[in-house]
């Protein structure tokens, strides 16, 4: 069987694949360990902003199916754990910044089960890494935690935040293709294999910095994204006193399966329908991006768990200090609302402000008045792309020697409206059509004056007066444009990774569009490509690659991805990148659910992606990690997939290649007619 394996990791895909086990074994670990660089990655902490206790309580009903689903709205924090990670060929060691001891232990599965049946900060790791070793073929690993923001035992789940950062470090070096969700499931086994028996939603941390609904039903948990239509101001605060986690569970849980008082039909309808109703409500404020709403909501949702809970356990959940916090006179003109944080109690509390200025202000107003710390927290809606990078600087080698004459992204085409127009400025027009705000072109060295002739000057007022009037005002038009572009030279042509890389001081920290600068682009409805694209980016909040429906003796030719459908036929969460593959590892790796098996997801040719993209291809830069001699981009949209996870989108439109004479030839035809 012929496989593809992405070259940049290469090494570690030959050790977790069984069909070339036996190629492995006749290399030396060591060999194969030099050709890896170190990966750095990032977990938060996680935060419960609705619906605290639901998820163990909603775990009852595979007992007593007349209790509510559990509903919990969660998100990630700005603060967490930072890791150096690479391989290792027999050993697990864990470097962390909370203990001066080093973590050293053979990847053994009943060592590893040992160790973790111990407890402590070291039992998560070696949890995580036995179920790991249990599902996988792998090896040893190093993580190095340099670095810790995250406040631990405040109820933002730092030991979380371990078990996810060793299942993320595994997935990273041994590219086990699990996705946010997997990670998520392979940290909570690792913690339940532990004597810790956290809440179900607490690896919810895995998903980063976006909100996320976790839906509670029995064994069963659903994972739903939240889009965050406006931007929220937290102020997190460790109410410095103390609380027993372990007596405010033991007390409510005997509330569960079946409840023999009101007391406790109370604590059941309030971990219910009451709390579910105020969690979706909620989720629909952070959509609307309704701040106010948001926080009167957090403000009843502290009313209704005192009523109902509190009796249940007055020595802890009375919680004299968190109650002084939020009835504190010098804050309440500033905020919006407040609650108590994870399992309640004096352990940490949340507040909501309208706007930085007012966050900065209350925490100042906490610190000095209260003694107490604060940590800020923002949930940030998508951010709008402005900015869209076309590559155009490749040599046209397939279309010599017309190109030694013309450049490729300057030859004609005539759009649907019967105007003669060069390539470049069709694709700049699809890039405006988005509502794109400035574009950057990236050229060879040298051609930048051939493109800005076009773009930034008119024609001589000889050839300016013969031209029509409408002719006159597309010149016009064409300058007007112009005054959106910039354009960058290539220093010298590395590969289509390295094209984009030129572009990152220009695009900063803000998403992009990408275009390639030798495809044209029709939509099949009202709606350009591009503006179907920077939809889904702004629904989902994550990268999107745009793709299209090829059959399978194509697919050589084209990037394809697999992944799992979102919206069927349409959104998918990606699973795989894959450059350019044969159709025997397609038809064993990349088929999708309820499609031909003829049919495969190929790139389109437009994607939006996040700025952490030029981290990767720095990475490669840097190192010097080439694919057939060049930086290519695939790979590293493989890394980000991983990292932020990505969505695909099977574009209503078509694409029409001119890098090749006969795809050219047929889009002169086609597209005039689109």
């Known amino acids: 069987m012929q496989l593809y394996i992405p070259a940049w990791h290469t090494a570690i895909f030959l050790m977790a694949t069984a069909s070339t086990f036996v190629y492995f074994l006749n290399l030396s670990f060591s060999t194969i360990i030099e050709r890896l660089q170190t990966m750095k990655i990032f977990v938060p902490g996680r935060i419960c902003l609705f619906g605290e206790h639901t998820d163990w309580a909603g775990g009852y009903r595979r007992i007593n199916g007349a209790l509510e689903k559990g509903y919990t709205l969660i998100t990630g924090t700005n603060q967490g754990l930072y890791a150096e990670i690479k391989a290792h060929p027999s050993k697990l060691i864990f470097k962390t910044t909370l203990t001066d001891q080093v973590f050293e232990i053979p990847m053994n599965r009943e060592a590893l089960l040992e160790e973790a049946q111990k407890g402590g900060i070291f039992s998560y790791v070696a949890g995580v890494a036995y179920q790991v070793l249990t599902h996988y073929r792998v090896h040893g690993l190093e993580i190095n935690n340099y670095r810790t923001d995250l406040p631990v035992k405040k109820g933002l789940s730092s030991s979380a935040a371990t078990t996810v950062l060793v299942a993320r470090a595994f997935n990273r070096i041994y590219d086990l293709k699990m996705t946010i969700r997997g990670e998520m499931e392979f940290a909570y086994l690792g913690e339940i294999t532990t004597p810790s028996r956290c809440g179900r939603m607490d690896q919810g941390c895995a998903y980063g910095d976006r909100p996320i609904l976790m839906t509670f039903d029995g064994d069963r948990v659903d994972v739903e994204e939240v889009a965050v239509g406006g931007d929220f101001y937290f102020v997190i605060i460790d109410l410095c006193a103390g609380k027993d986690t372990k007596e405010i569970l033991s007390k409510l849980n005997k509330c569960y399966p079946f409840a023999d008082n009101d007391m406790q039909r109370a604590v059941q309808d309030y971990l219910g329908k009451i709390s579910a109703s105020i969690t979706r409500r909620a ?3 952070i959509k609307k991006g309704d701040a106010v709403t948001l926080g009167k909501l957090m403000t009843q949702s502290q009313a209704e768990f005192d009523k109902a809970c509190m009796p249940v356990c007055p020595s802890q959940l009375t919680s004299p200090v968190l109650h002084k916090l939020l009835s504190w006179p010098s804050i309440q003109p500033h905020i919006l609302g407040g609650k108590g944080v994870g399992s309640q109690g004096d352990g940490t509390a949340q507040l909501l402000v309208k706007d930085r200025q007012t966050q900065e202000k209350v925490i100042k107003i906490i610190e000095s008045e209260l003694h107490m710390q604060c940590l800020s927290l923002v949930l940030s809606s998508a951010k709008k792309v402005r900015k869209a990078v076309i590559p155009a600087a490749g040599f046209g080698t397939r279309l010599f020697p017309a190109t030694k004459a013309v450049k490729k992204e300057l030859f004609p085409i005539i759009d649907k409206d019967g105007i003669a127009k060069p390539v470049i400025q069709a694709i700049v027009e699809e890039a405006l059509s988005g509502d794109i705000e400035e574009i950057c072109v990236i050229v060879q060295k040298g051609d930048r004056e051939l493109f800005e002739d076009f773009f930034h000057t008119p024609p001589p007022v000889e050839h300016f007066a013969k031209l029509s009037k409408e002719a006159q005002k597309i010149s016009d038009y064409i300058i007007e444009i112009g005054h959106k572009i910039t354009f960058i030279e290539q220093q010298s042509q590395n590969g289509f990774g390295d094209a984009v890389y030129c572009a990152k001081q220009w695009v900063g920290n803000e998403p992009f569009l990408l275009m390639l600068g030798d495809h044209l682009y029709a939509s099949d409805t009202d709606t350009s490509c591009a503006r179907q694209l920077l939809d889904i980016y702004e629904k989902y909040g994550r990268s999107v690659v745009g793709l299209k429906l090829t059959p399978a003796e194509l697919i050589r030719h084209f990037g394809t991805v697999t992944g799992t459908w979102v919206e069927e036929q349409s959104v998918m969460a990606i699973t795989e990148f894959a450059e350019k ?13 309820n499609m031909p098996d003829d049919q495969y997801c190929t790139v389109f040719g437009q994607y939006v992606l996040s700025p952490r993209i030029f981290d990767f291809l720095e990475e490669n830069i840097t190192s010097n990690i080439r694919e057939k001699g060049e930086f290519q981009l695939t790979s590293c949209l493989d890394r ?28 002169l035809g086609e597209f005039a007619v689109k």
């Not at 593959?581 to 659910?593: I, N, Q």
Request: proline share 5%.
């Open 283 to 285: 989720v629909e404020a």
């Open 581 to 593: 593959p044969d159709a025997v590892y397609a038809a064993e790796h990349l088929r999708m659910e």
């Open 640 to 667: 980000l997939r991983l990292e932020e996870g990505f969505m695909g989108y099977l574009v209503q439109g078509r694409r029409f290649d001119i890098g090749l004479p006969l795809a050219y030839l047929q889009s």
